[in-house]
């Protein structure tokens, strides 16, 4: 997997061992918190190239209660 943290976007994806179901989540760098996480490498990152493209919160961060954190 290609490290996206080093690249100078605001959204990026980690790989997560513990959640075996839907082990990739996008991270917000601003807050380092987990804001999405899928059961595919490229819907994850599908994900975030959308949000660092167009976020759909501006430039705001994406309230805790849309967050979807699956386990």
Not at 17 to 38: G, Q
Not at 39 to 47: G, I, R, S, V
Not at 52 to 61: L, V
Request: charged fraction near 35%; include cysteine; hydrophobic fraction near 25%.
């Amino acid at each position: 997997m290609r490290n996206s943290k080093k690249l100078k976007s605001r959204y990026y994806v980690d790989l997560d061992d513990s959640n075996l179901n839907y082990p990739y989540n996008c991270i917000d760098v601003k807050t380092n918190e987990v804001v999405w996480n899928f059961e595919f490498e490229e819907d994850a990152l599908e994900w975030c190239k959308n949000q660092n493209k167009k976020p759909t919160f501006g430039k705001d961060r994406i309230p805790p209660h849309m967050r979807m954190y699956k386990t």
